[in-house]
């Protein structure tokens, strides 16, 4: 599906470009500083707020109406691209659906002869964990880092008068790769600008590898205020958040409860909870590949936490209907 080795002014087609990585992936093409692609965004509703706010930061983008659950909406999409970045939304659509739709896409991305297929993430899900059960989690077949901006989410810590307290179920030594949104767009952007480099390789695009003590630690850096961090079990996680998110309602969102195939929010997060507590290993390499892509971008959490002014709380409005 190579061919032609020179992605300069190709059109590159973004799934889920109204979505919180596709958004850092149409920005990270539209402001390639040397290159000029055209871009075009999947999109089930070209009037929504999301694809006006993409629209209106990004007007040379185009869209295409159609959903990538159907064959329709998948020709239509592909017509005249050369490259697709490929995600699928597994909250949306499903793990059944999730593994059909992937095959089938590449199927057809074959016959409406696109140069390029990219998967989001690297590596699987659960695979190099000897697809125990006990990992096994409704994200994407194709994993990748956690989005930095999680920590003003899902991880953020509680905060009293002592100040900041991270309370998750990993150990002290366990390591979340920690990846802030733009990274997604930053290492596209290159991919594109290197296929000799990047085309049948896995990318990462440089995490943070940090422990919640270090994670605490940059915190109470960047605030002046005490932040540490305490593990606790799973159940008692589920527990503290069930306030914001009902850890027994099932996934894909809107799914049948008495569809087998679907998750609770509590077996999925439970499930990719376990991943990262078995996690010690920090992956420097990545770490250092991700300095080419962006040299400029910020070298350690805390810098990163300085340049997005994140403060214990939420910084950006990911995920606001869930
Ligand atoms: N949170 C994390 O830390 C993290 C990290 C890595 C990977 N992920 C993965 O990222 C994925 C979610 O992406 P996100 O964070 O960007 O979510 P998001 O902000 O909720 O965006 C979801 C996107 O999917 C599109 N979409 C959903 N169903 C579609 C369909 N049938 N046809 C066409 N487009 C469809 C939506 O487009 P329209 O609404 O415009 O149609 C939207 O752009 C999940 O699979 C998750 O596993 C999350």
């Known amino acids: 599906m190579v061919g032609d080795m020179s992605f300069e002014n190709a059109r590159v087609l973004v799934f889920g470009g109204t979505g919180a990585q596709g958004r850092s992936i149409v920005q990270g093409i539209t402001l390639a500083r040397t290159k000029r692609y055209r871009v075009s ?37 592909f017509a005249n ?27 057809i991305a074959v016959q409406s002869k696109l140069k390029w297929f990219i998967f989001a993430g690297a590596g699987d899900r659960y695979g190099k964990l000897g697809m125990d059960e006990k990992y096994r989690n409704s994200h994407n077949i194709v994993s990748s880092g956690v989005y930095a901006e999680m ?17 998750n179920p990993v150990d ?17 952007q290159w991919a594109l600008a290197h296929p000799e480099e990047s ?12 422990t919640f003590p270090e994670i605490a ?17 799973t159940s008692a996680w589920m527990e503290a958040i069930s306030g914001h998110v009902d850890p027994d309602r ?31 290993e ?6 250092a590949w991700a300095d080419e892509v962006y040299p400029e971008r910020p070298r350690s959490l805390k810098e990163w936490m300085q340049t997005v002014g994140y403060e214990g709380k939420q910084i950006v409005p990911l995920y606001e209907q869930s």
């Not at 691209?81 to 896409?105: K, L």
């Not at 085309?199 to 940090?210: D, N, Q, R, W």
């Not at 630690?217 to 079990?233: C, E, M, P, W």
């Open 81 to 107: 691209q050369d490259v697709v970045y490929f995600s699928i939304d597994s909250f949306n659509v499903g793990e059944p659906f999730e593994y059909f739709w992937t095959f089938r896409a590449y199927e």
């Open 217 to 233: 630690a940059a915190l109470q850096q960047v605030t002046g205020k005490k932040a540490q961090f305490k593990s606790i079990t």
């Open 151 to 167: 920590l003003g989410i899902l991880l953020r810590p509680t905060e009293n008068e002592d100040g900041f307290i991270f309370q």
């Open 41 to 77: 965004v999947l999109t089930r509703n070209k009037n929504s707020t999301q694809a006006a706010a993409l629209a209106s930061s990004f007007p040379d983008v185009q869209f295409v109406e159609g959903s990538y659950t159907t064959e329709e909406g998948l020709r239509n999409a």
């Open 250 to 280: 099932r996934l894909p969102r809107g799914a049948d409860p008495t569809d087998p195939t679907s998750f609770t929010f509590r077996k999925s997060f439970g499930a990719w909870w376990n991943i990262w507590k078995e996690q010690k």
């Open 199 to 210: 085309i049948g390789k896995m990318l990462s695009a440089g995490p943070f590898f940090v």
């Open 282 to 287: 920090k992956k420097i390499e990545d770490m």
């Open 172 to 188: 002290d030594d366990s390591v979340m790769p920690l990846l802030p949104l733009e990274m997604y767009g930053y290492r596209l």
